[in-house]
């Protein structure tokens, strides 16, 4: 989600500043705009003295403008924490059952995720990925499926026998997946 959420921001920033840029471009170029246009012609400025003076005698002038930087502020850096935040699961707590744990590394559990799932007939490759608190992981299983393979069999295998061995090796509780399915390219068969 966080991806598509920069995409937007950045399409939006990057459109807002294009329009505006090219808008006063072509106004300082002498280019006939429309009547409704801010500015008149190349003797313009952005800001006028009446512009830049208009609301500083105002009581809420000033509340306002540290009120919305402050909130500007805070999105920004609600933006570069998520940035910063790790996506993947570096450990996973695992019962061992002397009541303190043990920790499993994320990445060995994936590479054994990933391993069993490529076993699984149809499976061409796969791609695991482990996200959520190391006492309760997801997983993110993205699967390449060869052209003969059946969805519906390989994803029942896939749950059945694949997370939960992983489930129940690991001591878990349960194991959220989600997985993504695409096919292999591949040429038509001809009939002849």
Do not use: C, F
Request: proline letters at 3%; glycine letters at 10%; charged letters at 25%.
């Amino acid at each position: 989600m966080l991806k598509s959420v920069n995409r937007i921001v950045l399409a939006l920033a990057g459109l807002v500043l294009l329009v505006l840029g090219g808008a006063v471009l072509a106004t300082g170029l002498g280019a006939g705009l429309p009547s409704w246009w801010v500015y008149d012609g190349q003797g313009d400025v952005l800001l006028g003295d009446d512009a830049r003076t208009r609301w500083r005698d105002e009581g809420y002038w000033w509340p306002a403008v540290i009120a919305a930087l402050a909130v500007l502020v805070i999105l920004m850096l609600w933006w570069l924490l998520a940035q910063a935040r790790r996506r993947r699961l570096r450990e996973v707590l695992v019962d061992s059952g002397d009541g303190e744990g043990a920790l499993l590394r994320g990445p060995a559990m994936e590479s054994v995720l990933a391993g069993d799932a490529e076993a699984v007939e149809g499976v061409a490759r796969a791609r695991v990925a482990l996200t959520g608190r190391r006492t309760e992981p997801r997983a993110r299983i993205r699967l390449l499926l060869e052209a003969h393979a059946e969805p519906a069999d390989t994803l029942h295998r896939l749950s059945a026998e694949t997370v939960a061995r992983a489930r129940d090796s690991a001591g878990l509780a349960e194991l959220p997946a989600e997985v993504r399915m695409r096919a292999v390219r591949h040429r038509a068969e001809r009939v002849n």
